[in-house]
């Protein structure tokens, strides 16, 4: 089993569901896999999407796919920098995110517990 995981910013209406419905169709119609369960949080600036698929995927390719299903394209292109140089692990989500202004630690975006 392979865990897809992204990263989509902003609003997850109706339209973004069925895109996203679409290309997961058509990914596992041509990579043949099953989605076998799918799991969706909401963040501060969006919303992070879990699907589990029924078989093994190369790295590479969960990269590729996670960039086509709309996945931050910031988050992947650093996704395949550790892939290409075999850092594990490469592919994560944070359930909260800090950035450094001055000299204090802030929270800019946490996950929440139910959708």
Do not use: C
């Not at 992204?6 to 679409?22: E, Q, S, T, Y």
């Not at 190369?58 to 590729?64: A, G, K, P, S």
């Amino acid at each position: 089993m392979s865990v897809l995981m992204l990263d989509l910013d902003g609003k997850f209406g109706k339209r973004k569901k069925n895109l996203l419905a679409k290309k997961l169709v058509l990914l596992s119609k041509y990579f043949n896999f099953e989605v076998k369960n799918l799991m969706v949080k909401p963040t501060k600036r969006g919303w992070h999407v879990r699907i589990e698929v029924d078989r093994e995927l190369d790295d590479r390719d969960i990269v590729f796919f996670q960039l086509f299903l709309g996945s931050d394209w910031r988050r992947e292109f650093w996704n395949w920098l550790r892939v290409k140089h075999n850092w594990k692990p490469y592919n994560v989500l944070f359930k909260e995110k800090y950035r450094f202004k001055g000299k204090n630690l802030i929270l800019v975006s946490r996950e929440k517990d139910e959708v």
